[in-house]
């Protein structure tokens, strides 16, 4: 199997008022995300996430993959 950088970490934006929701993207281990290995629907939801930061999500966290 092709192990890349970003299948060791993930960057997690949690919910601010609902434990245990949120987001989780593959990223590397100083949380960048490569937009381009990710589907449209997962870029939408990244986009959203960053943009949400502050009013619906905390600030995201790099986490190693399976740690949630």
Excluded at 1 to 15: H, I, V
Excluded at 47 to 64: I, K, Q, T
């Amino acid at each position: 199997m092709f192990n890349s950088p970003y299948s060791s970490f993930q960057l997690r934006f949690r919910s601010l008022f609902d434990n245990g929701r949120g987001y989780a993207f593959p990223c590397d281990c100083a949380g960048q995300v490569n937009l381009d290995c990710l589907s449209e629907q997962a870029r939408n939801n990244y986009l959203y996430a960053r943009a949400m930061v502050g009013r619906e999500l905390a600030c995201p966290e790099v986490e190693p993959t399976g740690l949630h």
